[in-house]
């Protein structure tokens, strides 16, 4: 009866631990990367994506924001990435950018970087913001825009940024998602709100199956004026049409040609009569005082 208790509770510790791996498994490598549907403070959070100063690509369908720093690479990733393929389900991706406020005395921005998100909020110029990504962030200086820092109302723009991410930031944890960038919220086709701490691409496929966007999508575009692409022959393809049969040339100002064996003859025409050999001397030895030359 001992031994049948001992093996009992060895089982049931077995049992316990099993599970416990299993809901961890499950947690780790899937329930934590699905996104969140938002039941609080909906109205609050809509209203602060509305008010956002977004750019965007164009597109005019379902809108998806993307919020995130111009230092994120999981932000710069995601939208190079999955905008083309969420385009293709005709989703709109609005990028809202904000700079970073200062830590502990330590800045987490650049002067260019200000200016830049200050010139986005003010004008929503989806070129400026293709041109940032693009370059390097040590090599993009924001050349031609005016500079945010000293200018009191281009400092605004910046701070409302930063208190536009803060702000979502504290309703989204509200709400049982953490902060990490890039936040990405957008409505589901029943309408529901949900939001995603998408920092890792596994989570990104969430959206594409919430979305009804592909997984891989032919961002290749052929250029019509391009030349048709040359095709050897012998594949079956037409061969090249035969030369044609010319007509002889007359020379000009009735002089004779320079080689009647090249002349071309037509039927029915008279041959042209042989020219005599010319008849040319032989050679004749010369000495010299040290050789002979012919």
């Known amino acids: 009866m001992r031994r049948f208790f001992i093996w009992s509770a060895l089982a049931a510790l077995i049992g316990l631990v099993l599970a416990g791996t299993g809901y961890w498994a499950y947690w780790n490598f899937y329930a934590r990367f699905q996104p969140v549907t938002i039941t609080r403070n909906q109205a609050e959070i809509q209203r602060l994506l509305d008010e956002a100063s977004w750019v965007s690509g164009g597109g005019g369908g379902q809108p998806l924001y993307v919020v995130g720093y111009r230092d994120s690479a999981a932000t710069q990733g995601y939208e190079q990435q999955e905008a083309p393929k969420l385009r293709a389900a005709g989703v709109e991706t609005r990028v809202v950018m904000f700079a970073r406020p ?4 330590l800045a987490q921005s650049t002067a260019a970087e200000r200016a830049t998100v200050a010139e986005l909020w003010l004008s929503r110029d989806w070129t400026l913001y293709q041109r940032w990504t693009a ?6 200086t924001a050349a031609g825009l005016p500079v945010a820092d000293g200018n009191l109302a281009r400092s605004a723009v910046v701070e409302a940024s930063r208190q536009f991410a803060d702000r979502l930031g504290s309703l989204l944890r509200d709400a049982g998602v953490s902060t990490q960038y890039p936040l990405i919220l957008w409505r589901d086709r029943a ?9 890792d691409k596994r989570s990104w496929a969430f959206i594409r199956d919430d979305l009804g966007a592909p997984d891989k999508v032919d961002t290749t575009v052929a250029d019509p004026d391009a030349p048709p692409p040359f095709v050897a022959p012998g594949d079956g393809s037409p061969e090249g049409l035969p030369y044609p049969t010319l007509p002889p040339i007359p020379p000009a100002n009735g002089a004779a040609p320079a080689d009647d064996a090249a002349a071309p003859t ?18 004749v030895a010369k000495k010299q005082e040290d050789a002979t030359f012919f």
């Open 102 to 105: 200062d830590r502990e005395g």
């Open 266 to 283: 037509t039927p029915g025409a008279a041959p042209a009569p042989a020219r005599p050999p010319v008849v040319r001397a032989p050679p």
């Open 191 to 199: 309408g529901f709100l949900k939001a995603c701490a998408c920092s």
């Open 135 to 140: 370059t390097p962030s040590r090599q993009w």
